[in-house]
């Protein structure tokens, strides 16, 4: 996993294997979008390619970080060819928007669109 500031506000996320996502691989850039929160309204746009499956741990971990984090944390778009990763973004999404947590979550095939929207938040 790798990630980096794009422009002011917006991270892009690289995800390129399963064990790229699980919580213990992420408190890196966790720190990285709290210190982006406590400057303004961040956008993150996670880049998930190869051969990746979604374990149900890492939907915990973020809705837990969408939580504490939103609003400042406005928007997540998720980049993937794959349709799996695409529905468990939009099952994420209902979730956020169940719990009444103030951001967008949006799935899309490409990182070009998936950047676009995201800017959306600045």
């Given at each position: 996993?790798?990630?980096e500031?794009?422009?002011l506000g917006i991270?892009?996320v690289?995800y390129?294997?399963?064990?790229?996502?699980?919580?213990?691989?992420?408190?890196?850039?966790?720190?990285?979008i709290?210190?982006?929160c406590?400057?303004?309204?961040t956008?993150?746009?996670f880049d998930v390619t190869g051969?990746?499956?979604v374990?149900?741990?890492?939907?915990?971990l973020?809705?837990?970080v969408?939580?504490r984090?939103?609003?400042a944390?406005?928007r997540i778009?998720i980049a993937?060819?794959?349709?799996?990763v695409?529905?468990?973004?939009?099952g994420f999404?209902?979730s956020n928007?169940l719990?009444?947590?103030?951001m967008s979550v949006?799935?899309?095939?490409?990182i070009?669109?998936?950047t676009?929207?995201?800017?959306?938040?600045q």
């Amino acid at each position: 996993m790798s990630f980096e500031l794009i422009e002011l506000g917006i991270m892009l996320v690289h995800y390129r294997s399963t064990d790229d996502m699980l919580p213990h691989a992420q408190t890196a850039l966790i720190a990285a979008i709290e210190q982006s929160c406590r400057r303004g309204t961040t956008a993150l746009v996670f880049d998930v390619t190869g051969a990746v499956s979604v374990p149900l741990t890492v939907p915990q971990l973020w809705l837990e970080v969408t939580q504490r984090l939103a609003p400042a944390l406005a928007r997540i778009a998720i980049a993937s060819p794959s349709v799996l990763v695409r529905v468990a973004a939009e099952g994420f999404a209902v979730s956020n928007t169940l719990r009444r947590v103030p951001m967008s979550v949006k799935s899309f095939k490409s990182i070009d669109e998936a950047t676009v929207w995201a800017r959306g938040a600045q």
